[in-house]
Nanobody, 121 residues
Framework: QVQLVESGGGLVQAGGSLELSCVATGRAAMTYAMGWFRQAPGREREFVAGISWSSESKNYADSVKGRFIISRDNAKDMVYLKLNRLKVEDTGVYYC??????????????WGQGTQVTVSS
């Protein structure tokens, strides 16, 4: 079984930055593509960013492109999301996810419990 645990959320002013972290545990936990999703109050969960197992391929939602950066350290079983130039509309619960493929494809197989990011104006 794979477990994902996020950390790094918090309250930040618009224009500020945060870095989210996700540690993966379990058999072959990091040998697949990883991703970050978010869910704002009253809205469906949406894709934010994804990264292939080798880090060669990275995908971003249009709403965060140029502001967020996804990265991973397979040796440490960690995946990160750096959130820059935050906007109020970036507020939500951010989830770490692991795919069942080497590149970002289809729906994730495993999910973390989420970490809250709140951006104030």
């Amino acid at each position: 079984q794979v477990q994902l645990v996020e950390s790094g959320g918090g309250l930040v002013q618009a224009g500020g930055s945060l870095e989210l972290s996700c540690v993966a545990t379990g058999r072959a936990a990091m040998t697949y593509a990883m991703g970050w999703f978010r869910q704002a109050p009253g809205r469906e969960r949406e894709f934010v960013a994804g990264i292939s197992w080798s880090s060669e391929s990275k995908n971003y939602a249009d709403s965060v492109k140029g502001r967020f950066i996804i990265s991973r350290d397979n040796a440490k079983d960690m995946v990160y999301l750096k959130l820059n130039r935050l906007k109020v509309e970036d507020t939500g619960v951010y989830y770490c996810a692991r795919y069942a493929t080497l590149i970002v494809d289809g729906n994730p197989q495993y999910w973390g419990q989420g970490t809250q990011v709140t951006v104030s104006s």
